[in-house]
């Protein structure tokens, strides 16, 4: 069936050090992807979003890529901090309000 | 504006009992989605409400699991005779009409003893 997988389970990173987090998905008619993060006992944070008529978008130390043609997704993050320690989850739907469909997430661990 | 609120936060029950789980969306959001996550797992759908109406419950178990969004109140996920492999997290999360993005609450973790 369709699915949104990761790359890499687990990621570890020198502070200061910029992050790639990726994602594969496979259901070809999504054209919302949303990054989360999750911390320990906690729900998952909104990061940030993009659509599908877009290739990139920045937010605040992060950067979403969608390659539509590979059908990849990656999560950058500039000048990791300690508090960026979490794990992240890609998350992709459909024509809004359904519902959305979670890869298994990449714990990043950021070394002081 | 507060966000998405769920309680409890911690249920113990045991094995045969029953567990209520609550939800109140984000003020101005209709739309209410519950998911579950194992440990070191990624979150799975289980349903999806508007009020007074159940409109996706294709990720639900078909015995046991209920749930509902009344005209009043919080949203419910009800399961009913738990069993062990029903511990886990339950993450509600809502949005506006016509939205693409959902926002979680803190989730409620279930363990049946």
């Known amino acids: 069936g369709e699915s949104v997988g990761l790359h890499l389970p687990t990621l570890s990173v020198q502070e200061g050090d910029n992050s790639i987090i990726n994602c594969a998905y496979s259901?070809?008619?999504?054209?919302?992807f949303i990054w989360y993060k999750q911390e320990s006992g906690k729900g998952p944070q909104f990061i940030i979003d993009?659509?599908?008529?877009?290739d990139k978008r920045q937010g605040q130390r992060v950067t979403v890529l969608l390659n539509k043609t590979v059908k990849h997704l990656s999560l950058q993050i500039a000048a990791t901090q300690p508090g960026d320690s979490a794990v992240y989850f890609c998350?992709?739907?459909?024509?809004?309000?359904?519902?959305?469909?979670f890869g298994k997430g990449t714990r990043l661990s950021v070394i002081a | 504006n507060a966000g998405v609120m769920q309680n409890p936060r911690h249920l113990v029950r045991r094995r045969g009992q029953e567990a209520r789980l609550r939800c109140s969306p984000m003020k101005g959001h209709s739309h209410v989605y519950w998911y579950r996550q194992l440990p070191e797992e990624g979150l799975k759908f289980m349903v999806y409400l508007q009020k007074e109406n159940i409109i996706d419950e294709s990720g639900m178990p078909k015995e046991r699991f209920s749930a509902e969004f009344p005209k009043e109140g919080p949203s419910i996920l009800r399961i009913q005779q738990v069993v062990r492999g029903d511990s886990a997290a339950y993450f509600c999360?809502?949005?506006?009409?016509?939205?693409?993005?959902?926002?979680f609450g803190p989730g409620t973790r279930l363990t049946v003893t």
């Open positions: 993009i659509r599908s008529n877009m």
């Open positions: 259901n070809s008619a999504s054209d919302y």
């Open positions: 999360a809502s949005s506006p009409d016509r939205a693409y993005e959902q926002y």
């Open positions: 998350a992709e739907n459909h024509s809004g309000n359904t519902p959305l469909v």
